[in-house]
Structure formats: C-alpha cells, structure tokens
C-alpha cells in the first residue's frame, strides 16, 4: 500500500469517527507583533476549557529539522488554562513526526473559534522525547520583565515536561486515529 493511500484511509477513517455534526472553528494566531494569522480547522474534540482541532498541512514545511510533508495530519491542542498549545503532526501511518510547543497565552475558546497569542518561543518535542527550544534569540528586547520570565518558564518547563507531555498527547491522538 503506497504512502498516499495510508494517508487518505487514514483521513477519511479520521472523518468517519468525527460526528456528523462535526464543527469547523477559525484558528486566529495573533503574534507579538499583531499579525493575525487565520486557519479553518474542524473541531476534533472539545470540553470545558480546552479543544482539539485537525488541520492537514496543506504544503511541505521544515520545523528546525524535521520534514512535515503534505498531507500531514495536525491535531493541535489548546487549553485556556495552560500557557501553551501543541500540534501534534502525525505522519501517513499514525506516527509522531513531531510535537510543535508554542509558549502563548490570551488562549480564548469559542463556539466557532479560538484565539491565542503567539509568545515567540516554541519547543519542539522529537518522536524519541528529546526536545530543543526554538527562537528564543528572537525575543523583542522592549518585551516586560515579567512577560520575558513568564516566557521562558513556560520553556522551561516544557522541557522539563516532555516526555510526560509527548506521552499525554499521543495517546489522546491515538483515540482520535
């Protein structure tokens, strides 16, 4: 069976199981310097205060080092009461190509979308657990003390976390499969 076939099952699986009243929420990523960003996604799964969307990668992209191809599923989990989200990329046989970390806050979920801040700093998660912070470099120097410590403790602790993080999301990703 070819890869793009694994693929497609795998989706069209993934949109049998979704129910059929199945929501599409607009993503809004605003960043530090006020960019909005807007990606439609459909709502996996939702509960009081967090959600998880799927969003398939319309186009290669790299992260730091790792290759996400096209088709490439991306369930991205968000809370309100956590100071990060994460998109899980999972490759065409149900595989951890990635956990994508990003330090945020202002997460705000709605009905028919979800709104976060982009705080700059990301960490990303490798499918062995090892993890590396990214653009940590690219931090504002006008940026407050206190949001410049708040972000690197989200990054800290990310680190620290990943691996029970990784193991956290995958398995609820799993369910989702």
Same mark, same amino acid.
Not at 139 to 168: G, H, K, M, Q
């Given at each position: 069976?070819? =890869?793009?076939? *694994?693929?497609t099952?795998?989706?069209?699986?993934?949109?049998?199981?979704?129910?059929?009243?199945?929501?599409?929420?607009?993503?809004?990523?605003? =960043?530090?310097?006020?960019?909005?960003?807007?990606?439609?996604? +459909?709502?996996?799964?939702?509960?009081?205060?967090?959600?998880?969307v799927?969003?398939?990668?319309?186009?290669?992209?790299?992260?730091?080092?790792?290759?996400?191809?096209r088709?490439?599923?991306s369930?991205?989990y968000?809370?309100?009461?956590?100071?990060?989200?994460?998109?899980?990329?999972?490759?065409?046989?149900?595989?951890?190509?990635?956990?994508?970390?990003?330090?945020s806050?202002?997460?705000?979920?709605?009905?028919?979308k979800?709104?976060?801040?982009?705080?700059?700093?990301?960490?990303?998660?490798?499918? +062995?657990?090892?993890?590396?912070?990214? +653009?940590?470099?690219?931090?504002?120097?006008?940026?407050?003390?206190?949001?410049?410590?708040?972000?690197?403790?989200?990054?800290?602790?990310?680190?620290? =976390?990943?691996?029970?993080?990784l193991?956290?999301?995958?398995?609820? *990703?799993?369910?989702?499969?």
């Amino acid at each position: 069976m070819t =890869t793009m076939m *694994t693929l497609t099952m795998m989706i069209t699986t993934l949109r049998l199981s979704i129910p059929p009243d199945k929501k599409h929420v607009l993503e809004i990523k605003e =960043t530090l310097s006020g960019e909005r960003l807007k990606f439609c996604c +459909d709502v996996v799964d939702r509960g009081q205060n967090w959600l998880v969307v799927l969003y398939i990668v319309p186009e290669e992209v790299v992260l730091d080092s790792v290759k996400i191809p096209r088709g490439t599923l991306s369930f991205g989990y968000f809370w309100e009461d956590r100071p990060y989200n994460a998109y899980h990329f999972v490759g065409s046989q149900g595989q951890t190509l990635a956990l994508y970390c990003n330090v945020s806050d202002s997460t705000c979920i709605r009905e028919d979308k979800i709104y976060w801040r982009d705080l700059m700093v990301d960490v990303l998660v490798f499918p +062995d657990g090892t993890g590396r912070v990214l +653009d940590i470099n690219e931090l504002p120097e006008s940026l407050s003390v206190i949001l410049a410590d708040s972000i690197l403790d989200t990054a800290t602790t990310l680190i620290a =976390t990943r691996y029970s993080l990784l193991t956290e999301l995958e398995t609820k *990703t799993a369910d989702y499969l």
